[in-house]
Nanobody, 127 residues
């Protein structure tokens, strides 16, 4: 089992940027495809982005393409989410998650695909 701890959330004005980090411990991070998901108040948890074990392939929610970018550094056991041009509707708790599922191109990722979760980090975007 891998343990995940997110950091980097906070309050930012609309149009601003944040970079979230996820530190992994326990099993080696390269054994997992990784993802970021988010959950706004009163909303279901939704997929943000996923990255293959090697980091060579990524996918992002269609609505977030061009603004959000997932990346990883297996040597440091870290996963990142760069968020640019933030909007008030991006306000949510953001979760880092690990999946034992092999990364497949064009796969429709969902919360069901992830077995290990961090505690989440709050991102609040003010208008």
């Amino acid at each position: 089992q891998v343990q995940l701890v997110e950091s980097g959330g906070g309050l930012v004005q609309a149009g601003g940027s944040l970079k979230l980090s996820c530190a992994a411990s326990g099993r080696t991070l390269s054994a997992y495809a990784m993802g970021w998901l988010r959950q706004g108040t009163g909303k279901e948890r939704e997929f943000v982005g996923a990255i293959s074990r090697s980091g060579m392939r990524t996918s992002h929610a269609d609505s977030l393409k061009g603004r959000f970018t997932i990346s990883r550094d297996n040597a440091k056991n870290m996963v990142y989410l760069q968020m640019n041009s933030l909007k008030p509707e991006d306000t949510a708790v953001y979760y880092c998650a690990a999946s034992p599922r092999p990364y497949l191109s064009d796969y429709v990722w969902g919360a069901r695909d992830f077995a290990s979760w961090g505690q989440g980090t709050q991102v609040t975007v003010s208008s």
